[in-house]
């Protein structure tokens, strides 16, 4: 719109190009709430065509913002490798401000726009910079692996970045790299002892937490199992031990979509953020998902309408320090040049090993 309004008008127009999306999300979103929202997605995909802009929208966005106007859509490890590869001129980042850096970082030539500059993360905003400095000094000659959830500033110290996708597969290469039997693996700790009980590799860890995935405790499970007796429950390795103990199977989020796609059970629970199970359900329409529902707060904060405007606006862009970035990409870069799963890793809870611990920094 010339003035710069919200599009609200559902017009004939409207109701047409968005018809193969609403055939996507109507069971999770109702027709008055598309009323609403149809205008502007159709308006985002005008504007992205205009402005050579994509959207990487992660798993965690709601559905119409996943399947209404993410080019591309899934974890981080996804989104990082399509950022790479994308030669549009602008990127959307539809998540939160780390993965907003990590696109800037990998792509320093494009323009990188985050609709809220408020979308944080708890285990990014739980380690500086700094803190792996001083780390580094107290363990010589132990490889640090991040999760990608973390700043630039701190991607910068690094000697590799992971996921949950890869977590294992990294950490077991960078010390057969090193000819090291110990890895430092920040920042999160749950995380950190569910690799630790995958791998022969001693696991040094930091304490931070993911606000959504520290919630689920056991009794959640026990309490799902009662209610829910035939339901397979999938847990994120974001989520403490007894959790993934408890659960049917553990992985990544793009672990999880692979797990409902392919084996399409009857009825299942997925032990994560709550968005999630939304935007699988719209794809396996056969399987019923029983929703825990954990919100990220920070994930919530990219809306419909605040996509619309960083578009229109060119707002809110991010920038990463020039010899920050540089570092900052060795790490990432060593993660994406490392082959991908076959398959999206699994956190193997049969052969888990129940007794090994971590030591905490
Ligand atoms: S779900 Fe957890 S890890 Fe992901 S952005 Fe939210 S707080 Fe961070």
Known sequence: MADGSMPLAFTSEVETATGP?????????????????????????????????????????TPEIFHGVGDYVGDSLGLAREAAKSDAAVIVQAGVLFMAETSKVICPDKTVLIPDLRAGCSLAASITGADVRLIKQRYPGVP???????????????????????????VEHVAAEWGVDRVILLPDEFLA????????????????????????????????????PHAEILA??????????LADFAGSTAAMTDYV???????????TECSMADN???DAPETEFVRPC????????????????????????????????????????RMIDMPPPATPARYDLVKARHHVDVELI
């Open 21 to 61: 999306i609403w055939e996507k999300v109507k069971t999770r979103v109702t027709p008055l709430e598309w009323r609403l929202q149809a205008p502007l997605v159709a308006a985002i995909n005008a504007l992205k065509r205009e402005k050579n802009a994509v959207i990487l929208a992660h798993n965690y966005m």
């Open 144 to 170: 640090v692996v991040a999760y990608i959830n973390t700043t630039a500033e701190v991607k910068a110290e690094i000697d590799i970045c992971c996921t949950s996708a890869n977590a294992v597969q990294v």
């Open 193 to 228: 002892r569910n690799v630790a009980r995958q791998t022969a590799i001693k696991i040094i860890a930091w304490q931070g937490r993911c606000e959504v995935h520290e919630r689920f405790d056991a009794t959640d499970i026990i309490e799902l199992r009662a209610a829910y």
């Open 236 to 245: 994120h390795p974001e989520c403490p031990a007894e959790v993934l103990e």
């Open 261 to 271: 796609m392919r084996r399409k059970p009857r009825q299942v629970v997925l032990i």
């Open 280 to 282: 699988v359900a719209c």
């Open 294 to 333: 954990n919100l990220c707060p920070h994930m919530k904060r990219i809306t419909l309408e605040n996509i619309y405007e960083a578009l229109l606006h060119h707002q809110f862009e991010v920038k990463v320090e020039a010899s920050i970035a540089a570092r900052a990409r060795l790490a990432v870069q």
